[in-house]
Protein backbone atom coordinates (compact mmCIF):
# COMPACT_ATOMS: atom_id res chain seq x y z
CA UNK A 1 0.00 0.00 0.00
CA UNK A 2 2.49 2.39 1.03
CA UNK A 3 5.39 0.58 -1.18
CA UNK A 4 7.77 -0.35 1.12
CA UNK A 5 6.99 3.43 3.29
CA UNK A 6 8.60 5.60 0.51
CA UNK A 7 7.01 8.81 1.33
CA UNK A 8 6.41 10.41 4.82
CA UNK A 9 3.70 12.57 5.14
CA UNK A 10 4.37 13.10 8.88
CA UNK A 11 5.21 12.23 12.63
CA UNK A 12 2.37 12.21 15.69
CA UNK A 13 2.65 11.20 18.90
CA UNK A 14 0.95 7.64 17.85
CA UNK A 15 3.20 6.66 14.80
CA UNK A 16 4.46 8.08 11.51
CA UNK A 17 1.74 8.48 9.02
CA UNK A 18 2.68 7.75 5.07
CA UNK A 19 1.13 8.40 1.61
CA UNK A 20 0.06 5.34 0.06
CA UNK A 21 -2.58 4.16 -2.58
CA UNK A 22 -5.70 1.63 -1.75
CA UNK A 23 -6.45 -0.81 -4.78
CA UNK A 24 -3.73 1.16 -6.57
CA UNK A 25 -6.01 4.18 -7.14
CA UNK A 26 -7.59 5.77 -4.18
CA UNK A 27 -4.64 8.09 -2.64
CA UNK A 28 -4.72 7.72 1.36
CA UNK A 29 -2.72 8.10 4.68
CA UNK A 30 -1.64 5.42 6.40
CA UNK A 31 -0.55 5.86 10.08
CA UNK A 32 1.69 3.01 11.07
CA UNK A 33 3.02 2.10 14.40
CA UNK A 34 5.20 -0.77 14.87
CA UNK A 35 4.63 -3.17 18.04
CA UNK A 36 8.74 -3.92 17.38
CA UNK A 37 9.95 -1.00 18.39
CA UNK A 38 8.76 -1.78 21.96
CA UNK A 39 11.75 -3.93 22.71
CA UNK A 40 13.56 -4.51 26.80
CA UNK A 41 14.91 -7.74 28.10
CA UNK A 42 11.67 -8.19 30.77
CA UNK A 43 9.01 -7.60 28.14
CA UNK A 44 7.93 -10.70 26.05
CA UNK A 45 9.09 -9.57 22.67
CA UNK A 46 7.23 -9.80 19.36
CA UNK A 47 8.79 -12.30 16.55
CA UNK A 48 6.49 -11.76 13.99
CA UNK A 49 2.57 -11.92 12.76
CA UNK A 50 0.67 -13.71 10.34
CA UNK A 51 -1.80 -12.92 8.52
CA UNK A 52 -3.22 -15.38 6.07
CA UNK A 53 -7.59 -14.94 5.11
CA UNK A 54 -9.37 -16.42 8.55
CA UNK A 55 -5.90 -16.72 9.78
CA UNK A 56 -4.67 -14.30 11.58
CA UNK A 57 -1.84 -14.60 14.60
CA UNK A 58 0.98 -12.58 16.68
CA UNK A 59 4.16 -14.64 17.33
CA UNK A 60 5.88 -14.46 20.49
CA UNK A 61 8.75 -16.00 22.11
CA UNK A 62 8.50 -18.96 23.92
CA UNK A 63 8.49 -18.39 27.84
CA UNK A 64 9.14 -22.33 29.22
CA UNK A 65 7.89 -21.44 33.18
CA UNK A 66 4.84 -20.14 32.40
CA UNK A 67 3.20 -17.20 34.46
CA UNK A 68 3.54 -16.09 38.32
CA UNK A 69 0.67 -16.91 39.08
CA UNK A 70 0.79 -20.82 38.60
CA UNK A 71 3.64 -20.74 40.59
CA UNK A 72 2.46 -18.97 43.52
CA UNK A 73 -1.00 -21.24 43.73
CA UNK A 74 1.25 -24.47 43.12
CA UNK A 75 0.32 -25.52 39.76
CA UNK A 76 3.76 -25.99 38.31
CA UNK A 77 4.61 -28.32 41.04
CA UNK A 78 5.61 -29.19 44.70
CA UNK A 79 8.84 -26.19 44.35
CA UNK A 80 7.77 -22.95 46.18
CA UNK A 81 9.45 -19.59 45.13
CA UNK A 82 11.69 -18.26 47.46
CA UNK A 83 11.54 -14.83 48.68
CA UNK A 84 14.65 -13.79 47.04
CA UNK A 85 13.24 -14.70 43.66
CA UNK A 86 9.90 -13.54 44.36
CA UNK A 87 11.69 -9.96 44.85
CA UNK A 88 13.86 -10.52 41.69
CA UNK A 89 10.88 -11.38 39.67
CA UNK A 90 9.48 -7.87 41.17
CA UNK A 91 12.28 -6.25 39.81
CA UNK A 92 12.18 -7.84 36.57
CA UNK A 93 8.52 -6.54 36.34
CA UNK A 94 9.08 -3.40 37.54
CA UNK A 95 11.99 -3.05 34.96
CA UNK A 96 9.73 -3.91 32.06
CA UNK A 97 7.10 -1.34 33.14
CA UNK A 98 9.88 1.10 33.79
CA UNK A 99 10.50 0.82 30.26
CA UNK A 100 7.22 1.15 29.14
CA UNK A 101 6.55 4.49 31.01
CA UNK A 102 10.22 6.06 30.66
CA UNK A 103 11.96 4.46 27.65
CA UNK A 104 9.49 4.27 25.22
CA UNK A 105 8.86 7.46 22.59
CA UNK A 106 5.92 7.74 22.92
CA UNK A 107 5.47 6.35 26.29
CA UNK A 108 2.59 3.11 26.91
CA UNK A 109 0.47 2.17 29.75
CA UNK A 110 -0.29 -1.37 29.75
CA UNK A 111 -3.21 -1.42 31.54
CA UNK A 112 -3.52 -5.02 32.14
CA UNK A 113 -0.66 -5.56 34.83
CA UNK A 114 -1.50 -8.86 36.66
CA UNK A 115 0.77 -12.65 37.64
CA UNK A 116 -1.19 -13.98 34.90
CA UNK A 117 0.75 -11.82 32.74
CA UNK A 118 3.97 -12.03 34.02
CA UNK A 119 6.03 -14.82 32.54
CA UNK A 120 9.15 -16.61 33.16
CA UNK A 121 11.79 -17.64 31.54
CA UNK A 122 14.37 -20.76 31.43
CA UNK A 123 16.12 -19.17 34.47
CA UNK A 124 12.56 -17.38 36.21
CA UNK A 125 13.71 -14.26 35.10
CA UNK A 126 10.29 -12.16 34.30
CA UNK A 127 9.12 -10.59 31.46
CA UNK A 128 6.00 -8.57 30.93
CA UNK A 129 3.40 -9.99 28.22
CA UNK A 130 0.03 -9.50 26.48
CA UNK A 131 -0.04 -6.18 25.03
CA UNK A 132 -3.30 -6.36 23.93
CA UNK A 133 -4.96 -3.55 26.43
CA UNK A 134 -1.76 -0.86 25.79
CA UNK A 135 -2.09 2.31 24.83
CA UNK A 136 0.39 4.76 23.64
CA UNK A 137 -0.10 8.44 25.32
CA UNK A 138 2.15 11.80 25.07
CA UNK A 139 4.06 12.72 28.45
CA UNK A 140 2.66 15.65 29.84
CA UNK A 141 -0.54 15.52 27.48
CA UNK A 142 -3.80 16.12 29.86
CA UNK A 143 -6.10 15.81 27.05
CA UNK A 144 -5.18 11.89 26.60
CA UNK A 145 -7.88 10.21 28.79
CA UNK A 146 -9.70 7.11 28.56
CA UNK A 147 -13.20 6.61 29.28
CA UNK A 148 -13.22 3.29 28.55
CA UNK A 149 -12.73 0.48 31.47
CA UNK A 150 -9.57 -1.70 30.68
CA UNK A 151 -8.29 -4.73 32.68
CA UNK A 152 -8.97 -7.26 35.19
CA UNK A 153 -11.09 -7.07 38.01
CA UNK A 154 -9.56 -6.36 41.84
CA UNK A 155 -6.47 -5.22 39.81
CA UNK A 156 -8.42 -1.71 38.37
CA UNK A 157 -6.90 1.27 39.34
CA UNK A 158 -9.59 3.33 41.28
CA UNK A 159 -9.22 6.76 39.28
CA UNK A 160 -10.06 4.65 36.06
CA UNK A 161 -11.49 8.04 34.34
CA UNK A 162 -7.52 9.17 33.35
CA UNK A 163 -5.10 7.14 31.18
CA UNK A 164 -1.40 7.52 32.81
CA UNK A 165 1.65 4.93 34.14
CA UNK A 166 0.13 5.43 37.76
CA UNK A 167 -2.36 2.61 36.27
CA UNK A 168 -0.10 0.93 35.50
CA UNK A 169 1.55 1.43 39.29
CA UNK A 170 -1.66 0.53 40.97
CA UNK A 171 -1.95 -2.86 39.46
CA UNK A 172 1.80 -3.96 39.98
CA UNK A 173 1.09 -2.92 43.61
CA UNK A 174 -1.56 -5.91 43.78
CA UNK A 175 1.15 -7.99 41.67
CA UNK A 176 3.15 -7.11 44.59
CA UNK A 177 0.75 -8.11 47.70
CA UNK A 178 0.06 -11.49 46.25
CA UNK A 179 3.56 -12.36 45.98
CA UNK A 180 4.14 -11.77 49.68
CA UNK A 181 0.64 -13.08 50.60
CA UNK A 182 -0.14 -16.17 48.16
CA UNK A 183 -3.68 -14.69 48.72
CA UNK A 184 -5.99 -14.19 45.74
CA UNK A 185 -6.48 -10.77 44.75
CA UNK A 186 -10.48 -11.17 45.79
CA UNK A 187 -12.09 -13.61 48.22
CA UNK A 188 -15.39 -12.99 49.28
CA UNK A 189 -14.69 -15.60 51.85
CA UNK A 190 -12.46 -13.42 53.28
CA UNK A 191 -13.06 -10.85 56.17
CA UNK A 192 -12.39 -8.67 54.01
CA UNK A 193 -12.73 -9.35 50.27
CA UNK A 194 -9.88 -7.57 47.95
CA UNK A 195 -6.15 -7.96 48.86
CA UNK A 196 -5.41 -4.19 49.60
CA UNK A 197 -8.37 -4.29 52.32
CA UNK A 198 -7.46 -7.71 54.04
CA UNK A 199 -3.56 -6.74 54.24
CA UNK A 200 -4.81 -2.80 56.65
CA UNK A 201 -7.16 -5.23 58.10
CA UNK A 202 -4.48 -7.95 59.33
CA UNK A 203 -2.16 -5.12 60.05
CA UNK A 204 -4.72 -3.17 62.42
CA UNK A 205 -5.34 -6.56 64.62
CA UNK A 206 -1.65 -6.58 65.44
CA UNK A 207 -1.42 -10.47 63.66
CA UNK A 208 1.12 -9.29 60.86
CA UNK A 209 2.30 -13.16 60.73
CA UNK A 210 -0.99 -13.74 58.97
CA UNK A 211 0.11 -11.98 55.93
CA UNK A 212 3.67 -13.44 54.93
CA UNK A 213 2.93 -16.57 52.74
CA UNK A 214 3.04 -19.41 55.19
CA UNK A 215 4.75 -22.09 51.93
CA UNK A 216 7.83 -19.51 52.78
CA UNK A 217 8.18 -20.92 56.15
CA UNK A 218 9.88 -18.20 57.50
CA UNK A 219 13.17 -18.42 55.30
CA UNK A 220 13.22 -14.90 54.61
CA UNK A 221 14.35 -11.70 56.31
CA UNK A 222 11.37 -9.82 57.94
CA UNK A 223 12.73 -6.28 57.22
CA UNK A 224 12.78 -6.72 53.45
CA UNK A 225 9.40 -8.35 53.42
CA UNK A 226 8.00 -5.38 55.35
CA UNK A 227 9.66 -2.99 52.74
CA UNK A 228 7.85 -5.08 50.19
CA UNK A 229 4.75 -4.78 51.78
CA UNK A 230 5.04 -1.41 52.69
CA UNK A 231 6.20 -0.70 49.17
CA UNK A 232 3.01 -3.05 47.76
CA UNK A 233 0.40 -1.20 49.73
CA UNK A 234 1.61 2.24 48.79
CA UNK A 235 1.34 1.59 45.12
CA UNK A 236 -2.05 0.33 45.70
CA UNK A 237 -2.88 3.67 47.58
CA UNK A 238 -6.69 4.60 46.15
CA UNK A 239 -5.07 8.35 45.51
CA UNK A 240 -2.77 8.22 42.23
CA UNK A 241 -0.75 11.29 43.37
CA UNK A 242 0.42 9.20 46.89
CA UNK A 243 2.08 6.33 44.75
CA UNK A 244 5.66 6.17 43.60
CA UNK A 245 6.56 6.05 40.12
CA UNK A 246 7.99 2.96 38.81
CA UNK A 247 11.57 4.05 38.59
CA UNK A 248 11.09 4.53 42.67
CA UNK A 249 9.93 0.91 42.57
CA UNK A 250 12.80 -0.41 41.05
CA UNK A 251 14.86 1.32 43.39
CA UNK A 252 12.87 0.07 46.94
CA UNK A 253 12.82 -3.40 45.59
CA UNK A 254 16.59 -3.32 45.00
CA UNK A 255 16.93 -2.80 48.16
CA UNK A 256 14.67 -4.97 49.43
CA UNK A 257 17.10 -7.40 47.88
CA UNK A 258 20.39 -5.76 49.04
CA UNK A 259 18.89 -6.75 52.36
CA UNK A 260 17.92 -9.99 52.19
CA UNK A 261 21.25 -10.80 50.78
CA UNK A 262 23.03 -9.07 53.78
CA UNK A 263 21.14 -10.41 56.42
CA UNK A 264 21.72 -14.17 54.61
CA UNK A 265 25.69 -12.76 54.42
CA UNK A 266 25.27 -11.95 58.06
CA UNK A 267 23.71 -15.30 59.29
CA UNK A 268 26.33 -17.09 57.65
CA UNK A 269 29.60 -15.57 59.22
CA UNK A 270 27.51 -15.76 62.88
CA UNK A 271 26.91 -19.23 61.82
CA UNK A 272 30.92 -20.13 60.94
CA UNK A 273 31.83 -17.72 63.84
CA UNK A 274 29.82 -19.78 66.40
CA UNK A 275 31.33 -23.11 64.85
CA UNK A 276 35.29 -21.61 65.37
CA UNK A 277 33.96 -20.96 68.87
CA UNK A 278 32.79 -24.24 69.52
CA UNK A 279 35.70 -26.44 68.07
CA UNK A 280 38.11 -24.37 70.11
CA UNK A 281 36.18 -25.23 73.37
CA UNK A 282 36.59 -28.67 72.38
CA UNK A 283 40.35 -28.14 71.87
CA UNK A 284 41.45 -26.12 74.97
CA UNK A 285 40.35 -28.04 77.92
CA UNK A 286 39.50 -31.59 78.14
CA UNK A 287 38.24 -31.55 81.33
CA UNK A 288 35.27 -29.32 81.83
CA UNK A 289 35.68 -26.22 83.47
CA UNK A 290 34.08 -24.80 86.54
CA UNK A 291 30.88 -22.61 85.88
Given at each position: MTKNFQ????????????????NDSDQVAVKVELLLRVHHIN???????????DHLALIYEYMPNGDLRDHLSGKKGDSVLKWT???????????????LHYGCRPSMVHRDVKCTNILLDDHFRAKI???????????GDESEVSTVLAGTPGYLDPETCRLAEMSDVYSFGIVLLEMITNQHVIDQAREKP?????V??????????????PNLHGEYNSRSVWRALELGMSCANPSS????????VVIDLKEC??????????????DSHGSLELSSSFDTDVAPSAR
Open positions: IALGEGGFGVVYHGYLLVSLIGYCDERSRLQIGVDAALGLEYADFGLSKSFQVHITEWAFVLSEGDITRIVDEKRPNMSQITSENSMKSKNKDS
